[in-house]
């Protein structure tokens, strides 16, 4: 790495780390120690990012920023509320009522007061009803503040936004407004460029002497920075082609400055954290909806597995959607609209173990009916809600696909095929899983 000594190698790794997985890093989020370490090594991590994925680091008084460009749209929530649950179209829509109403502030406000201008603000935005005297309204702009406070938009100084949310004028809440913070939020819109939808912040750079060639890899590499897997046939000839060629280079540039692991197989790459530290979502871990998916993960490569004498699969084959499909038919709309011409390309799908609907539920009636002790209520109760979490964790983390019917599966659920369960005889409410 570039004037960054072997010893301080690791520092720099960490540092990146936290800015891939905070995206906006304060102080307050990181602690005084992490945050130094960033800050030290800010400008190195610039560089890198730069020249590597495209992306730019921004540096203030009080936040570092990773300014992402934005390749593919994803399905996964950004935000969820205190119980893990999905923003719904609501708190979004205040989410960014409330940063509106943040920019006219000076450097404090209280949660009455956002309400009201919060208020003010909906009722002028058709099917935007929004009451702060309803419980259930004041829940939601809570968890929208929540969510800014955990971003370093605002901090809480005095009172308790729980306590407001829970009462009907005797709550209240002082917050401090980091207006940086503010402003480096949600720098998404669509302008024309060459006839082609682009956002906002992916600023027309000068790429050096084979821009193809630079803007190809930077493309590859931000895929292996913000998706779980890789798959070859998600790419298209020229990318594909590139990969084989490069992947031990990239590689090896990328396990410098992440401390990650690059790990390749015949369908694909993975940039493997083994500290799971610059991932927001990472898998396996705690929680009823991991919990789940681990089970069914397991339940799944034990149907798409084969005897040994190699008959045919288990499981019928059906061709697995590209990954960017759902991008490339909103470019093509948006170009149209635009008034261009749609010229979506179209890639080969790839056969893989297709799954229905009813065979989820079976087998997700079987694990609930023989594991349900050892669950929460809520999925103990049906197999539904179990079934329901358990495949938002993995199409997450693009173990499957969903298509019309049921789901593919793709190679790396193969990674949980050896999952373990264990059940402690003296702790029946207790599940260990292991792979």
């Excluded at 890198?48 to 203030?60: C, K």
């Excluded at 008034?339 to 087998?363: D, H, K, N, S």
Aim: include cysteine.
């Amino acid at each position: 790495m570039r004037d960054v000594r072997s010893s301080e190698l690791g520092d720099l790794q960490r540092a990146a780390r936290i800015l891939l997985g905070h995206g906006i890093v304060t102080e307050k989020r990181v602690g005084e120690r992490e945050w130094r370490n960033l800050r030290r090594y800010a400008a190195p991590l610039a560089a890198s990012f730069s020249d590597l994925a495209g992306y730019r680091v921004e540096v203030s008084r009080t936040s570092v920023a990773l300014i992402r460009r934005i390749d593919k749209l994803s399905d996964s929530p950004v935000f969820r509320t205190p119980s893990d649950r999905a923003f719904d179209r609501m708190r979004y829509a205040l989410v960014a009522l409330v940063l509106a109403a943040l920019e006219r502030l000076g450097k404090q406000t209280t949660l009455t007061d956002l309400a009201t201008r919060v208020r003010t603000a909906a009722a002028a935005i058709p099917n935007l009803p929004f009451d702060p005297d309803q419980h259930h309204a004041r829940l939601a702009l809570g968890h929208a503040v929540r969510v800014l406070e955990e971003l370093g938009a605002v901090q809480l100084t005095d009172g308790s936004r729980e306590a407001w949310e829970k009462s009907d004028g005797g709550g209240e809440a002082l917050y401090d407004i980091d207006r940086t913070v503010c402003r480096r939020l949600f720098p998404v819109a669509v302008r024309r460029a060459d006839d082609q939808p682009q956002f906002l912040h992916q600023d027309r750079v000068d790429l050096g002497r084979d821009p193809t060639r630079r803007a190809r890899r930077q493309h590859l590499v931000r895929r292996l920075l913000e998706q779980p897997v890789v798959y070859f046939q998600d790419l298209g000839d020229d990318e594909r082609a590139y990969l084989k060629r490069e992947a031990g280079k990239l590689g090896a540039t990328l396990e410098e400055l992440t401390g990650g692991l690059l790990e390749r197989r015949r369908e694909g790459l993975a940039l493997i954290d083994p500290g799971r530290r610059f991932s927001d979502v990472p898998f396996p871990a705690g929680g009823a909806g991991n919990q789940a998916a681990l089970l069914l993960a397991a339940q799944l490569c034990a149907l798409a597995s084969t005897a040994p004498a190699t008959p045919p699969p288990t499981l019928p084959l059906l061709a697995a959607p590209h990954s960017d499909e759902v991008s490339d038919e909103l470019a093509a709309r948006i170009a149209v609209a635009l008034g261009g011409q749609a010229a979506t390309p179209l890639r080969a799908r790839q056969q893989r173990p297709f799954v229905a609907q009813r065979t989820l539920r079976e087998v997700a009636t079987t694990l609930v009916a023989e594991l349900r002790a050892n669950l929460t209520k809520q999925h103990a109760a049906h197999p539904g809600p179990f079934l329901r979490d358990a495949l938002i964790v993995l199409t997450a983390h693009d173990l499957v696909r969903s298509v019309p019917g049921g789901i593919v599966l793709m190679p790396a659920l193969a990674r949980f095929r050896e999952v373990r369960i264990q059940t402690a005889a003296a702790h029946v409410d207790q599940l260990t899983l292991g792979f």
